[in-house]
Nanobody
Framework: QVQLVESGGGLVQAGGSLRLSCAMS????????MGWYRQAPGSQRELVAQ???????NYADSVKGRFTISRGNAKSTVYLQMNSLKPEDTAVYYC?????????WGQGTQVTVSS
């Protein structure tokens, strides 16, 4: 089993920044990728950013140039630096880890961007 705990969400004004953190623990061997998803009210959960075990990154078009995903040195922590935040970035952000075919999820952290 893998446990994921997110932190760093909160309320910020448009144009501001937040940094989300996700700490992974448990049986963390052979994790293929870690990432961040988000879900706004009435919307489906969507991929925000992902980083693979080799360090390759992938971003949603809506966040390219504004968000940056990175890993800690031990590769058991993943970060999401969010800059130039917009009201449409408001959502619950979930950390995700994949050890295919299994996917693990954190409990989510709320990000609210006021206009």
């Amino acid at each position: 089993q893998v446990q994921l705990v997110e932190s760093g969400g909160g309320l910020v004004q448009a144009g501001g920044s937040l940094r989300l953190s996700c700490a992974m623990s448990g049986s963390i061997f052979s994790i293929n990728a870690m990432g961040w998803y988000r879900q706004a009210p009435g919307s489906q959960r969507e991929l925000v950013a992902q980083i693979t075990s080799s360090g390759r990154t992938n971003y949603a078009d809506s966040v390219k140039g504004r968000f940056t995903i990175s890993r800690g040195n031990a590769k058991s922590t993943v970060y999401l630096q969010m800059n130039s935040l917009k009201p449409e970035d408001t959502a619950v952000y979930y950390c995700n880890a994949q050890r295919l075919p299994v996917t693990y999820w954190g409990q989510g952290t709320q990000v609210t961007v006021s206009s």
